[in-house]
DNA sequence: CGCTCGTTTGAGAGGTCTCAATTTGGGTGG
DNA sequence: CCACCCAAATTGAGACCTCTCAAACGAGCG
């Protein structure tokens, strides 16, 4: 139970670790494991208590909420993303499900080692209350988009953001559309409807693909909630 | 700007401040304000950088985010809660408004100092994060709520959670309809109707008094997600 | 090559919103 | 202390968005 050394070399770079003492760090990794998980892995079950603070280092996270076998997806998480950073720091149960949406590779933190070095390293508390803070905004953009958006509105927004990321007017869906919707708070009927209906606004979907093609007239259309991210 | 003797021994007894070393409390109060405000005051607007680090210290604080002059409120806090948390740690635009629900009392700490002290002092960064982490899951738990729930089930979910809290099973509304309301994430009329839904489940409502009258009936009704709390 | 699962399309139901008209209730000035 | 006034709350009618249920389609895999 412990990370092996050639591998901390990576971790150790992350903005939640770098400014850590060799000491402190040292002592969470040889705690801490490494795990490799395969797609659709579940990985923490909603209601449990947490054991381990998980930092996504390869991969990509599904936090889930679960109600009568309907599942809602509440945030999707890219490397370098921490999760059940509140539940851990409340020791309280955790409100999501976490499963893998590809091959992943995820460090495991014993919560009992999180509080304690939260204590003792300051640089270690900013990050965790950095990552902690960039979670909570997310949710709370996604709880403005469900709320102020129909669904063609929000599924607009996110393509003007992920388009905005990759650089370029065209980029490939990072997940499943499914999945995708459920982020965005539909059923993938609706998306599918909805990205029929962005046809007429600037964007082109073939497969996996999605291309801008008027990115003002899209924008127009999407009336953008300031502070946009996703 | 500072905040007088006479008033740091309630602030003080704060679980945020309770620990910390005399000579930072002192410190920071020093460079704080205490300020009262009367109802409906704004105090942040949206898309602003954050000034101050805020502690609700007596009254009630509506967190809104706004579109195209639509408001939809995402969190009401009572004393002792924080906000802006995310923003000012994070130094980024806040994501929503704030307005007083009825006289407050609000303490202003300048977000230099909470920065520096976060550096400083574990005690103050530990209540800091926990905190966080319970506005991190108010919101998840309002957005599972939404994505899952129909609103008259959100109305009978929020009222057994205040029956509970209050002890019994008659409780006075703490705010307008019109505000729960856009809590919960519905119109007005919208409320006005599940209110009315609910008679027929064990709820009965006269002016700004609710009565459980059947708690296992509404229970069996809201089909509770877990971790209520609300 | 056929299965399986995700996606798309269709039809209809349901929940919530908007707009409008009342009604209610609390606060204020006479 | 009471009548009036205004905002909040309720009620009604209809539209809209999104969901559910079903069926057809399509792409990847054994």
Redesign the interface.
């Known amino acids: 139970m412990s990370v092996r050394l050639a591998e901390t070399q990576s971790i150790r770079a992350l903005p939640l670790f770098k400014e850590m003492s060799e000491q402190n760090f040292a002592a969470m990794m040889d705690l801490s494991m490494l795990q490799r998980f395969p797609a659709r892995a579940e990985i923490i079950r909603?209601?449990e208590l947490p054991d381990f603070l998980h930092v996504v280092v390869e991969g990509a996270v599904d936090l889930f909420?679960t109600?009568?076998g309907?599942e809602?997806t509440?945030d999707i998480l890219y490397p370098i993303s921490i999760f059940i950073?509140?539940?851990v720091?409340?020791d309280?149960?955790q409100?999501?499900s976490a499963r893998t949406l590809m091959p992943s590779q995820i460090l495991m933190v014993p919560s009992q080692i999180v509080r304690a070095t939260?204590?003792?390293e300051?640089a270690f508390?900013?990050g965790?209350?950095?990552e902690?803070?960039?979670?909570?905004?997310s949710?709370?953009?996604?709880?403005?988009n469900?709320?102020?958006?129909t669904a063609t509105e929000r599924l607009a927004n996110w393509i003007l953001n992920s388009a905005r990321r990759a650089g370029r007017d065209e980029f490939e869906l990072p997940i499943e559309k499914r999945k995708l919707a459920s982020y965005l708070?539909m059923t993938p009927e609706s998306y599918s409807r909805a990205i029929t209906a962005l046809e007429s606004y600037g964007v082109h979907s073939r497969g996996t693909t999605i291309t801008v093609t008027d990115r003002s007239r899209l924008t127009e259309f999407a009336?953008p909630?300031?502070?946009a991210d996703d």
Chains 1, 2 share one sequence.
């Open positions: 909603e209601g909420a109600r009568d309907v809602t509440i950073v509140a539940a720091v409340r309280e149960p409100l999501k939260f204590e003792r300051a508390a900013h965790i209350v950095a902690l803070a960039a979670r909570y905004r949710v709370t953009r996604v709880l403005k469900d709320r102020m958006l708070g009336r909630i300031l502070n």
